[in-house]
């Protein structure tokens, strides 16, 4: 697992005092303790630049320095960002000890191309993106690769059927579907509309009111039967 090393100040708390941060270049930051109560930091912006090229994916140990004096290895559980700006404004570090196994999500790859894609037409549908692991802290993976290349339509892969890395658990016993290979939808073809035969009179619907032409017709038939009487 890789490690990383930061450098933070402690900071104050309080209206305002978090924009005055930013506006400085810098994070605002709270790391959180297994025992102790929550410390409110400031982490310097280009400093924390270094660490997300180093880890795109934010799962590095960090080696966190407090002051100059006081040393944690800490895990990123959360962050928040500006996107428009691509810049952090805030990060959640968590202290953690490395002797102690975590519980926490990592990513799914799928690998390969299913049977049920590249031979029957099917299509491939990733239900999960992440999984629920128990790993010590050296030892967490970027990823978890699933083997999907077998699948036919209508089979799936389940959590308790991935194979995962050496000192890799599932914290308790699951089954859900993480990977499925599904028919295609059929598309709905409308049925083309049928062409009127020349000649012949349309039939009104039931309950509508005759054509004047159907009227006329009848009149006209009346007033024949009349002068045969």
């Given at each position: 697992m890789e490690r990383l090393v930061l450098e933070a100040t402690?900071?104050?708390?309080?209206?305002?005092?978090?924009?005055?941060?930013?506006?400085?270049g810098n994070i605002p930051a709270v790391l959180y303790g297994r025992k102790n109560?929550?410390?409110?930091?400031?982490?310097?912006?280009?400093?924390?630049e270094k660490v997300t090229k180093a880890s795109p994916d934010l799962t590095a140990i960090i080696d966190l320095t407090i002051d100059g004096k006081e040393k944690f290895s800490a895990l990123i559980?959360?962050?928040?960002?500006?996107?428009?700006?691509?810049?952090?404004?805030?990060?959640?570090?968590q202290a953690i000890d490395l002797t102690e196994k975590l519980d926490l999500e990592v990513p799914v790859h799928l690998i390969g191309l299913p049977i049920g894609v590249k031979d029957e037409g099917g299509v491939l549908e990733q239900l999960r993106?992440?999984?629920?692991?128990?790993?010590?802290?050296?030892?967490?993976?970027?990823?978890?690769?699933?083997?999907v290349s077998n699948l036919?339509?209508?089979q799936s892969v389940h959590a308790d059927e991935v194979k995962l890395p050496e000192?890799?658990?599932f914290p308790h016993v699951t089954?859900?579907?993480?990977?499925?290979?599904?028919?295609?939808?059929?598309?709905?073809?409308?049925?083309?509309?049928?062409a009127?035969?020349?000649?012949?009179?349309?039939?009104?619907?039931?309950?509508?009111?005759?054509?004047?032409?159907?009227?006329?017709?009848?009149?006209?038939?009346?007033?024949?039967?009349?002068?045969k009487g």
């Open positions: 402690t900071r104050a708390v309080g209206k305002g005092v978090a924009r005055k941060i930013r506006a400085a109560e929550p410390v409110a930091l400031s982490v310097h912006g280009r400093a924390f559980r959360d962050y928040q960002a500006d996107v428009i700006r691509r810049h952090f404004t805030h990060l959640d570090f993106r992440k999984i629920h692991i128990r790993v010590l802290p050296t030892n967490i993976p970027k990823h978890i690769e699933v083997d036919k339509i209508g000192g890799v658990e089954n859900y579907t993480i990977a499925a290979v599904v028919a295609p939808q059929k598309e709905e073809v409308a049925a083309a509309p049928v009127a035969v020349e000649g012949a009179a349309a039939t009104p619907a039931e309950g509508a009111a005759p054509s004047a032409e159907a009227e006329k017709g009848a009149k006209a038939g009346g007033e024949k039967a009349e002068k």
